[in-house]
């Protein structure tokens, strides 16, 4: 299990035994492996857990041929509709990010790096990346503003993941 320390946040948790009150405005959750939380930012449920997938593979932590939890399992897991893990799954295999082996399981494709990539790229530029600019517009930024920050981030972020 790991843990997240907020700091002055307010922390909605489905069960209390899964906060923790450090001192007044600190909390401790835990956190179990395979949870995620769930956006209420007009994006389907199944395509929010097919995003959750995608950034296990991209994180390396799904490699390819890996054996992906069963639809009860990771419904179990993320706590929805084990029809709702069928319908990403659906989703993913037309992708052809994972596929399945009949009385086996489901699979992470020998591609799935790839097509992960392209997938979320494309939603990236198509849906996230115009709000990002819409922001940048009422604020007055540049691209040149973000410049310096970026490289920061891709160089803190390279030597996390070394």
């Not at 600190?26 to 007009?42: A, S, V, Y």
């Not at 295999?93 to 086996?104: A, F, H, L, P, S």
């Not at 849906?127 to 691209?143: D, I, S």
Request: with cysteine; net charge positive; charged share 30%.
């Amino acid at each position: 299990m790991g843990s997240v320390i907020l700091d002055h946040y307010m922390v909605q948790a489905k069960r209390e035994r899964d906060i923790k009150r450090l001192s007044p405005g600190k909390f401790i959750i835990q956190l179990q492996t395979g949870t995620m939380e769930f956006h209420n930012n007009g994006q389907a449920i199944y395509l929010q857990i097919a995003d959750y997938i995608c950034e296990k593979i991209l994180l390396k932590e799904w490699k390819p041929e890996d054996k992906v939890p069963s639809v009860r399992e990771l419904a179990m897991q993320l706590e929805v509709n084990p029809n709702t893990v069928m319908r990403t799954y659906d989703f993913l295999k037309q992708q052809e990010i994972i596929n399945d082996k009949r009385g086996i399981g489901y699979f992470v494709t020998p591609q799935a790096f790839k097509t992960a990539v392209a997938y979320r790229k494309t939603e990236f530029l198509e849906k996230e990346l115009p709000a990002v600019f819409r922001t940048m517009n009422m604020l007055g930024l540049e691209t040149e503003d973000l410049t310096i920050r970026f490289e920061k981030f891709k160089k803190q972020y390279s030597a996390y993941n070394n």
